[in-house]
């Protein structure tokens, strides 16, 4: 099928729900959230309502709402609003969808559902192929998270053939580490022109080389400026410094993954980064702990990750 819009690519932030102290949405940050990703960050793509977003944490009222706010604050600002539509419900999901079509969002994404769980790669195509018909104007990307799903179909194995059963799929997200599984995703559709859209951050450069032609994720909220000089980097083929860019990054997330890291204490540190109030989590995640977000912001800083100056190699190497 032909859409209109060019091919998603690049960086996509995985967009956090703002929320206030109460456990409301706070829908009054988002105009102010899309420009500081646009001039602060470089970020022009957005992947809303998903993991970070706490999207199934979330009514279906305020998915919807979230889902329009977004797309009316982007509107001239962002170039791709993808929304994630998933949920174990294939009404909901298809009401979702649709409605994200009637919002003029740029694509939808669905995760495999997760209590009752598709056992085959044929029942999730169907599925899929459910949601992906109630917007049938829409690219449809397949949002593939394992680990929080525990619906280990090979990715490889449900793109084979997928167009003949989705006409409007248009590209993957992968948030695995398997680089077998990703590496051939992407070497048995080399003729389509699908988007390969990696989901580990700190994985990010082997996956480049894999042929990723995207990457969607939580810390190009506010390491997306690094992110995209990696991408350069890679781009003018110059490897050891995309290396080093990614070491850099590396430095940081393995820090905080050994402290603790998921949704909450993304939301602390967005909020220390670009001073937006990003809000607690909603249970069943706790807020992160005050001692976390303080070691964070002295190793952002260590890690000249607080400016937004570009680092020297000089410091690229030195910093630990
Ligand atoms: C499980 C999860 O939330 N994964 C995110 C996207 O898929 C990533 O952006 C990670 O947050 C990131 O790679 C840090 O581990
Ligand atoms: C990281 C990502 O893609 C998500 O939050 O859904």
């Given at each position: 099928m032909a859409f209109p819009k060019k091919k998603l690519q690049g960086l996509v932030a995985a967009t956090i729900t703002p929320m206030t102290e109460n456990g409301e949405i706070n829908f009054s940050v988002i105009g102010q959230?899309?420009?500081?990703?646009?001039?602060?960050?470089?970020?022009?793509?957005?992947?809303?309502?998903?993991?970070?977003?706490?999207?199934?944490?979330?009514?279906?009222?305020?998915?919807?709402?979230?889902?329009?706010?977004?797309?009316?604050?982007?509107?001239?600002?962002?170039?791709?609003?993808?929304?994630?539509?998933?949920?174990?419900?294939?009404?909901?999901?298809?009401?979702?969808?649709?409605?994200?079509?009637?919002?003029?969002?740029?694509?939808?994404?669905?995760?495999?559902?997760?209590?009752?769980?598709?056992?085959?790669?044929?029942?999730?195509?169907?599925?899929?192929?459910?949601?992906?018909?109630?917007?049938?104007?829409?690219?449809?990307?397949?949002?593939?998270?394992p680990a929080l799903t525990g619906v280990k179909i090979r990715a490889e194995e449900l793109l084979d053939g997928i167009q003949d059963k989705i006409p409007t799929f248009q590209g993957l997200k992968f948030s695995d580490t398997d680089l077998l599984d990703f590496g051939q995703c992407v070497d048995q559709n080399r003729q389509q022109q699908f988007a390969f859209l990696f989901g580990v951050d700190e994985q990010l450069l082997s996956a480049l080389v894999m042929g990723a032609t995207g990457a969607v994720g939580s810390t190009y909220n506010y390491l997306g400026r690094k992110t995209n000089q990696m991408l350069e980097a890679f781009e003018r083929k110059d490897l050891s410094l995309a290396l080093n860019y990614q070491f850099c990054i590396q430095r940081f997330i393995n820090f905080v993954v050994k402290l603790g890291f998921g949704v909450s204490q993304t939301k602390a540190i967005m909020t220390l980064v670009s001073g937006i109030p990003m809000g607690p989590p909603r249970l069943p995640l706790q807020k992160a702990s005050r001692e976390f977000t303080d070691s964070a912001e002295a190793k952002l800083k260590s890690l000249d990750f607080l400016s937004f100056t570009d680092l020297k190699d000089g410091s690229l190497e030195a910093s630990s």
């Open positions: 959230y899309v420009d500081y990703l646009v001039k602060e960050q470089g970020v022009k793509n957005i992947f809303v309502n998903g993991t970070t977003g706490e999207g199934l944490s979330l009514s279906i009222s305020e998915r919807r709402q979230v889902a329009e706010e977004w797309v009316t604050k982007g509107k001239d600002k962002l170039d791709q609003v993808v929304i994630h539509v998933g949920a174990l419900s294939l009404k909901e999901s298809q009401e979702l969808a649709q409605h994200a079509a009637e919002i003029g969002a740029d694509g939808i994404a669905v995760i495999a559902p997760f209590f009752l769980k598709p056992w085959t790669k044929d029942i999730l195509i169907n599925f899929l192929k459910e949601v992906a018909a109630a917007a049938p104007a829409l690219p449809f990307y397949y949002y593939h998270i």
